[in-house]
Every structure is written in C-alpha cells, then in structure tokens.
C-alpha cells in the first residue's frame, strides 16, 4: 500500500527526531555500558534513524549480529537484543542467554526492544525456553514511517504485500495507521483523506478510530500536508513488474538498493596507478551511499537514463574548469578562495568518477541486446499489442532458463496487461515453468493466483484498453531529455497509481468513475474536523 502526501517540500527532520528521542530513553534505561545484539534486518532502517555516534553516546560498545550458540565475548554490563517480534529469534535469544549464563560468572542484564511491537507470543516463548525472568526491560519501539530522504518515508516492511495477499494478515496496516498518527502528531491533522482498495479504506478506518478513541491525539498544530492519498498496491500491479529506466531505477533493477545502499562490482572503482598495469583488483563489493545529500545523485537519480550521459559529461567539464582555475589564482586572496573551494571540489569529482563508473556498468547491460528485447516485449504488452497469446520471446526464454523470477514477471506483465490470461496461455506458461523449473514451482504460481499478478480472464473480458485509454497509460511521443510528462520514466508507460494522483489533484476523480469501479476495492473520501482555530486559517490560505 502506498500513501501519497500533497504538500510543497516538507522538513522531515522532526519524525527522525522523535525517533531519536525514544531510542535514546530507552537507552538510558539500561544504566551502564552496553552491546547491541542486532536482528540483522534492522540494522538498515535503524541507520537511517541513528548513526553509531548516537549509540556510542549513550555507552553502546559493542555490536553483534543475532546468531545461534553463545554470544562473543564483551566486557558489558548490559546486553540488548533489537529484534522483530518472531518466534524462531526468541530461539536464538534463549540460545544466547542460556549459553551466557552457564559460561560467565559476573552477572550481566539482559533486554529486548521489539521492533515495532512487543508480542505476548513471542514473551512466552521466552518463559517456555526459562529465560523471560533473566529479561529486565522488554519493550517495543516503533518503527512505523522510516525518514529515507528529504521527501521519502517507508516503512521498509517489504513482506507487507505477501501479508496482506496471501496470509490474510493485515498487522502491517496496523503499523501505517499507526505511522500516519504520528506524522499527524508532528505535522498537523490532514484534512483530506482519498483512497482507493480494500486496505486503503482499512487503513482510513483504523486511523479514524485512533483519532475517535484517543481525543487528546488532536493536535493544534496547522498542517502542513492538506491531501493524504492511500492506495492499495493491487490497484496498480503492473508499474512494479515493469523494468524501471531512470538511473536510480536502474541501479536499483540490476544491483538492488538495500536503506539507501547499493553494493556494487568492486573493479570499476579500483584506483588506477601508473606503471601498475592493473594487478590486484579489489575483491570487496563498494558500498556506496545514494541520498539527495548528494548534489550530483540529486540530480541525475530520477532522469530517464539515456538523458545521464549529457549530465554527467557537462558536469566533467564544469570541474575541470573549477580545478583549472588553480592556475589564474594569484594574488594571496584568490589563492586563499580557491583553497576554501577545494574541499567541495574533491568531493565534487569523487562524486562524479562514482556515477560515472556506475552509469558504465549500467550501459554494458542496457545496450545488451537481451535488454532490449525484454524491454520490447515489456512495452508492446503495455500498449496493448498481443496481449492474449503467447508471447516467443517468453517461450525462447523458458527454453534457455533464463532466471524464473524474470519470466514470472514477464508472465504477471501479460496477465495484468490483458485482465488475466486466456485459459489455455496460462495452462501453457504454467507447464512450461513447471516442467523447465521444477514441479515444486506449483507453490510459486499458486501464490501468484492467489495474489492476483497471474490469473485466468474472468468472462473473456479485457478492461485494461479502457483503463489504458482513459487514464492515458501509454504515451508514444515522450522527450526523455526534458520530460513533460511521468511516462519518461518507462520510455512510454505512466504509472497508474501516479496518473490516480494527478486527477486526484485535478479535475478530481469524479471525471473517472466508470475506470475506478474497473480498479479493484472501494474508493472513498473522509474530512477530517481541524479544531475551530485552525479551521479558519485553513480556509484563509485556500483562498
């Protein structure tokens, strides 16, 4: 589920901030030097929220990744598990204090902080293992909106839809209520709430009656954001099977961007010395950061990545004039200037030699030609053409065993693109997969079905031309050098769920009533009461 907020750019440091706030009070709790016992899935999202210097303020000394067996060695006073509320790791917690406890003799406290709530089940797991007595402080932390970037907040619970689809476990919609609250909590109550599907409206619902249960919630800040926008994501299952095309979408496709970091083939990146005639390639993977913090990301991350190389080739020039300028520098002032530069410089050309590395590995996959003629199959299925049959390029590719992930996702593609696949297509794709890639794979597709991205075409009727049509889907003429519209961003295809929220915004969605009732779930509008103050204010300023 996705959630869209309408407003000008919006400072997002007091979310950070108060999530600071409440891992350094439970910190401080635990008096006394501390090891961090990490679930390693969140040691991402937690970086985002707290560097290591936070921690080490606060007497954190030693950090370990949760593992089975006895912990490692720490002269600590406290030992502090942040996990998920997940019963196989209380195993390992159980482990770990049971082994501490039989091998050492100072006397050490034990705590844990779930992430993001604390679960009874999860307690007495611990008392059946013996260890819940040992456990001082256990509470939770919520983790519900992630600041990932200046304009960007996650949630980073990349199970949600798997939850929500297939186990019928709606906890994660819980946590986006419970998220939403908190940026009403910091950033004044959202007037307007839209949304479309089944857990859009659960979402709408649980955050109305925390407001009702919880009057003292209403806060008398004026709010920044006017229009919250929740939308299920199997309103728009065909944007996240479609290979993305702008540079941060690349990188992402091909390396995966894992809490702003990617890891990346280390040899484009070793410093190229004299006379060394390349020995001793790096075998580590660079890591790399990618954030707006960075000015050059900034502005290349959401361009079309043909429209890269001309950035990135004008901004080689601009630097190397900057450096140039060195020797026009000669009165003690203009030397004194230029050494002031110098720091950002560096930093400048450091920043441009990492992109310009990364855009090279990118080219090497994109002008492939098995690049190219997935993305024709892509973009002919979007367009509409051969929709309802099967396509050759798919079967050529099942023969080659390809990567199944590759070939399921050109499969939901057709299936999306086509309102469901003709019986007989499916049946085919279904026993080639099987048969190429194991019979165990029936699980996969079952899944698939069940979620909705693979299915059979109900009443052999195919809404997606209306839908497609309508909502302008599919632009032929686009500029992907200076874009005017969203569809840059698939050379072709704009996403649905943005072309929901620009007619949300304008003419509104009155104008599209007959292909919103073609979209799966209910959609829905609720106002939300701004205290009697505020109410004025906020009539004041949409006038």
């Given at each position: 589920m996705a959630a869209h907020l309408s407003s000008g750019r919006v400072n997002l440091t007091a979310l950070r901030e108060a999530g600071r706030r409440e891992l350094r009070e439970f910190l401080d709790k635990c008096a006394g030097s501390k090891a961090i016992v990490w679930?390693?899935?969140?040691?991402?999202?937690?970086?985002?929220?707290?560097?290591?210097?936070?921690?080490?303020?606060?007497?954190?000394?030693?950090?370990?990744?949760?593992?089975?067996?006895r912990l490692p060695p720490a002269d600590v006073k406290n030992i502090i598990f942040f996990v998920r509320p997940r019963l196989e790791l209380m195993d390992i917690i159980a482990e770990n204090v049971l082994s501490e406890d039989r091998v050492r003799s100072p006397v050490?406290?034990?705590?844990?902080?779930?992430v993001p709530?604390?679960?009874?089940?999860?307690?007495?797991?611990?008392?059946?293992?013996?260890?819940?007595?040992?456990?001082?402080?256990?509470?939770?932390?919520?983790?519900?909106?992630i600041p990932f970037d200046g304009d960007l907040l996650s949630m980073e619970s990349e199970s949600a839809f798997k939850e929500c689809y297939l186990e019928n476990d709606q906890t994660s919609l819980y946590h986006a209520a419970k998220g939403l609250m908190t940026l009403q909590a910091l950033y004044g109550t959202i007037p307007q709430i839209f949304g479309k599907g089944e857990c859009a409206r659960h979402v709408a619902n649980m955050m109305i009656r925390m407001k009702r249960e919880f009057p003292g919630s209403q806060n008398s800040i004026f709010p920044v954001f006017d229009t919250l926008l929740l939308l299920d994501r199997n309103v728009d299952l065909l944007t996240p099977l479609a290979t993305q095309l702008t540079y941060e979408g690349l990188i992402d496709e091909i390396y995966g961007i894992q809490n702003t970091y990617v890891k990346l083939p280390p040899e484009k990146f070793a410093p190229k010395k004299q006379g060394e005639g390349g020995k001793e390639l790096p075998t580590e993977p660079k890591k790399l950061q990618l954030n707006s913090a960075e000015e050059l990301y900034a502005e290349i991350r959401d361009k079309n990545f043909n429209a890269v190389g001309s950035v990135l080739s004008k901004k080689a020039k601009i630097i190397s004039a900057a450096f140039e300028e060195r020797h026009h520098a000669k009165t003690v002032g203009e030397i004194k200037q230029f050494v002031l530069q110098l720091p950002h410089m560096q930093a400048a050309r450091t920043s441009l030699a990492n992109h310009t590395s990364i855009a090279e590995l990118i080219k090497d996959i994109t002008t492939s030609e098995d690049f190219f003629d997935n993305l024709t199959v892509e973009q002919e299925f979007m367009s509409g053409i051969d929709t309802d049959k099967t396509n050759n390029y798919i079967e050529d590719c099942i023969a080659q065993k390809h990567p199944l992930i590759k070939i399921l996702r050109m499969v939901c593609l057709q299936s999306v693109c086509n309102s469901g696949l003709k019986q007989k297509v499916l049946d085919y794709y279904k026993r080639e997969i099987l048969q190429t890639y194991g019979y165990e794979h029936i699980l996969t597709l079952n899944n698939l079905e069940k979620a909705g991205l693979l299915k059979p075409q109900a009443s052999g009727r195919n809404n997606y031309p209306t839908i497609r049509k309508t909502m302008r889907l599919w632009m032929d003429d686009i500029n992907e050098q200076n874009p005017n519209d969203i569809s840059y961003v698939y050379s072709g295809y704009a996403p649905l769920?943005?072309?929901?929220?620009?007619l949300l915004a304008r003419p509104g969605w009155r104008s599209i009533e007959e292909v919103l009732k073609m979209l799966p779930g209910p959609h829905f509008e609720e106002r939300q009461q701004l205290p009697t103050g505020l109410q004025k204010k906020h009539q004041a300023t949409l006038q």
């Amino acid at each position: 589920m996705a959630a869209h907020l309408s407003s000008g750019r919006v400072n997002l440091t007091a979310l950070r901030e108060a999530g600071r706030r409440e891992l350094r009070e439970f910190l401080d709790k635990c008096a006394g030097s501390k090891a961090i016992v990490w679930d390693e899935y969140l040691t991402g999202p937690f970086g985002l929220i707290a560097q290591y210097s936070l921690l080490k303020e606060h007497e954190v000394e030693k950090m370990f990744t949760l593992k089975a067996g006895r912990l490692p060695p720490a002269d600590v006073k406290n030992i502090i598990f942040f996990v998920r509320p997940r019963l196989e790791l209380m195993d390992i917690i159980a482990e770990n204090v049971l082994s501490e406890d039989r091998v050492r003799s100072p006397v050490r406290d034990f705590h844990i902080l779930f992430v993001p709530r604390r679960s009874l089940l999860c307690e007495q797991r611990l008392k059946d293992q013996g260890v819940l007595g040992s456990i001082i402080h256990r509470e939770e932390y919520s983790l519900d909106l992630i600041p990932f970037d200046g304009d960007l907040l996650s949630m980073e619970s990349e199970s949600a839809f798997k939850e929500c689809y297939l186990e019928n476990d709606q906890t994660s919609l819980y946590h986006a209520a419970k998220g939403l609250m908190t940026l009403q909590a910091l950033y004044g109550t959202i007037p307007q709430i839209f949304g479309k599907g089944e857990c859009a409206r659960h979402v709408a619902n649980m955050m109305i009656r925390m407001k009702r249960e919880f009057p003292g919630s209403q806060n008398s800040i004026f709010p920044v954001f006017d229009t919250l926008l929740l939308l299920d994501r199997n309103v728009d299952l065909l944007t996240p099977l479609a290979t993305q095309l702008t540079y941060e979408g690349l990188i992402d496709e091909i390396y995966g961007i894992q809490n702003t970091y990617v890891k990346l083939p280390p040899e484009k990146f070793a410093p190229k010395k004299q006379g060394e005639g390349g020995k001793e390639l790096p075998t580590e993977p660079k890591k790399l950061q990618l954030n707006s913090a960075e000015e050059l990301y900034a502005e290349i991350r959401d361009k079309n990545f043909n429209a890269v190389g001309s950035v990135l080739s004008k901004k080689a020039k601009i630097i190397s004039a900057a450096f140039e300028e060195r020797h026009h520098a000669k009165t003690v002032g203009e030397i004194k200037q230029f050494v002031l530069q110098l720091p950002h410089m560096q930093a400048a050309r450091t920043s441009l030699a990492n992109h310009t590395s990364i855009a090279e590995l990118i080219k090497d996959i994109t002008t492939s030609e098995d690049f190219f003629d997935n993305l024709t199959v892509e973009q002919e299925f979007m367009s509409g053409i051969d929709t309802d049959k099967t396509n050759n390029y798919i079967e050529d590719c099942i023969a080659q065993k390809h990567p199944l992930i590759k070939i399921l996702r050109m499969v939901c593609l057709q299936s999306v693109c086509n309102s469901g696949l003709k019986q007989k297509v499916l049946d085919y794709y279904k026993r080639e997969i099987l048969q190429t890639y194991g019979y165990e794979h029936i699980l996969t597709l079952n899944n698939l079905e069940k979620a909705g991205l693979l299915k059979p075409q109900a009443s052999g009727r195919n809404n997606y031309p209306t839908i497609r049509k309508t909502m302008r889907l599919w632009m032929d003429d686009i500029n992907e050098q200076n874009p005017n519209d969203i569809s840059y961003v698939y050379s072709g295809y704009a996403p649905l769920s943005v072309r929901l929220a620009q007619l949300l915004a304008r003419p509104g969605w009155r104008s599209i009533e007959e292909v919103l009732k073609m979209l799966p779930g209910p959609h829905f509008e609720e106002r939300q009461q701004l205290p009697t103050g505020l109410q004025k204010k906020h009539q004041a300023t949409l006038q």
